[in-house]
């Protein structure tokens, strides 16, 4: 019989599920602290805890890992991570380090992707399967231990969860994950340090926003619903005015601001009406843009806009009190950038 990872249990229900093994409840914080800290990969390392503990515990839960298969690094720094996981499915990570310091993890929540979106590579994977609490949380964990191995420790300073697949599809592992990734115990990161991107799945966004504060990233992409169905079929259940009205009420009870990631795709979605158009839509919210040039990638005819029409949708935006930032497209070579993940 196959025994249950110990990281996919529920932050919540660990002392619990500790406590029904006999073990005092505070074994809870000394195995997050073994599993996420110091990236433990057998009980035996658990040298706090008794032997009779460890030993329960090894008779109950195993401790899985993710298996690095394959680094690919591109020549602005950007490092990609390619994961088989326990069923030979595959995932990727990207490690992103920027001028000012900050280093950026983008981790993956599904093998795969339902959501069809036609600028994306994953897309075209169509959906395998979701990712397991403790498949999120191992691209950290092998991410880290990757770089203390290869003597180039960057301590990540953000998390992004806007890898592979719908984070909002995938929720209670994903909620999980990030109850884990903010635990003092384990990761520690503050909320602001941490983003989670949606195709704009409004209920689920609704309830996450609630229950895990932090910082939301809607894939808007398109300013008329007639263009976002064809770019992204999520559109025709959650089009752009039900989202726009979510927004909005998050914007007033939140701290964070909306973040709008907008995937700039030449003749399509990047005209001087669209541009007028986003202005009108984000009235009332406290929202942050980035431009995303769309990223090429084998088997897409889209296009990319000219830099002379990113720089004026810049500076308009701008002018209108929206903040904008242009995302570079970081790892392009290796088919690292946003929408190239593919395994």
């Given at each position: 019989?196959?025994?249950?990872?110990?990281t996919?249990?529920?932050?919540?229900?660990?002392?619990?599920?500790?406590?029904?093994?006999?073990l005092?409840?505070y074994a809870?914080?000394?195995?997050?602290?073994w599993?996420y800290?110091?990236?433990?990969?057998?009980?035996?390392?658990?040298?706090?805890?008794?032997?009779?503990?460890?030993?329960?515990?090894?008779?109950?839960?195993?401790?899985?890992?993710?298996?690095?298969?394959?680094?690919?690094?591109a020549?602005?720094?950007?490092?990609?991570?390619?994961?088989?996981?326990h069923?030979?499915?595959?995932?990727?990570?990207?490690?992103?380090?920027?001028?000012?310091?900050?280093?950026?993890?983008?981790?993956?929540?599904?093998?795969?992707?339902?959501?069809?979106?036609?600028?994306?590579?994953?897309?075209?994977?169509?959906?395998v399967?979701?990712?397991?609490?403790?498949e999120?949380?191992?691209?950290?964990?092998?991410?880290q231990?990757e770089?203390?191995?290869?003597?180039?420790?960057?301590?990540?300073?953000?998390?992004?969860?806007?890898?592979?697949?719908?984070?909002?599809v995938?929720?209670?592992?994903?909620?999980?994950?990030?109850?884990?990734?903010?635990?003092?115990?384990?990761?520690?990161?503050?909320?602001?340090?941490?983003?989670?991107?949606?195709?704009?799945?409004?209920?689920?966004?609704?309830?996450?926003?609630?229950?895990?504060?932090?910082?939301?990233?809607?894939?808007?992409n398109?300013?008329?619903?007639?263009?976002?169905?064809?770019?992204?079929?999520?559109?025709?259940?959650?089009?752009?005015?039900?989202?726009?009205?979510?927004?909005?009420?998050?914007?007033?009870?939140?701290?964070?601001?909306?973040?709008?990631e907008?995937?700039?795709?030449?003749?399509?979605?990047?005209t001087?009406?669209?541009?007028?158009?986003?202005?009108?839509?984000?009235s009332?919210?406290?929202?942050?843009?980035?431009?995303?040039?769309?990223?090429?990638?084998?088997?897409?005819?889209?296009k990319?806009?000219?830099?002379?029409?990113?720089?004026k949708?810049?500076?308009?935006?701008t002018?209108?009190?929206?903040?904008?930032?242009?995302?570079?497209?970081?790892?392009?070579?290796?088919?690292?950038?946003?929408?190239?993940?593919?395994?």
């Open positions: 019989m196959k025994l249950q990872s110990i996919d249990v529920p932050v919540e229900r660990l002392a619990s599920s500790m406590a029904a093994l006999g005092k409840q809870a914080s000394q195995i997050i602290a599993l800290k110091k990236r433990a990969t057998s009980f035996e390392d658990m040298t706090n805890l008794s032997k009779g503990a460890r030993k329960i515990l090894k008779e109950n839960y195993s401790i899985s890992r993710l298996k690095l298969q394959k680094t690919l690094c020549g602005d720094g950007t490092t990609k991570y390619l994961f088989s996981l069923d030979g499915k595959k995932v990727e990570s990207v490690l992103i380090p920027a001028l000012d310091g900050r280093v950026t993890l983008c981790i993956s929540t599904q093998v795969g992707c339902a959501m069809g979106c036609t600028f994306c590579r994953t897309a075209k994977m169509g959906f399967r979701d990712l397991t609490q403790g999120i949380l191992g691209q950290i964990i092998e991410v231990r770089q203390l191995t290869a003597g180039e420790m960057r301590p990540v300073t953000n998390i992004v969860l806007m890898g592979m697949g719908e984070p909002l995938n929720y209670d592992a994903v909620a999980g994950a990030v109850k884990m990734i903010l635990d003092e115990r384990a990761f520690n990161f503050s909320k602001r340090r941490v983003t989670v991107s949606t195709s704009g799945l409004v209920s689920q966004a609704e309830k996450f926003s609630r229950e895990l504060d932090v910082k939301l990233a809607i894939s808007l398109a300013t008329t619903d007639e263009v976002r169905n064809k770019l992204m079929p999520v559109n025709r259940r959650f089009p752009i005015g039900e989202i726009m009205k979510f927004c909005r009420s998050y914007s007033k009870r939140s701290k964070h601001h909306v973040t709008f907008y995937v700039m795709i030449k003749g399509l979605n990047d001087e009406d669209d541009m007028k158009r986003l202005v009108k839509l984000l009332g919210i406290r929202a942050k843009v980035n431009l995303i040039p769309f990223n090429p990638f084998p088997g897409s005819d889209l990319g806009p000219l830099e002379s029409t990113l720089n949708w810049q500076n308009y935006l002018d209108k009190g929206i903040h904008t930032n242009i995302r570079q497209s970081r790892g392009q070579e290796i088919l690292a950038a946003c929408g190239q993940l593919a395994a």
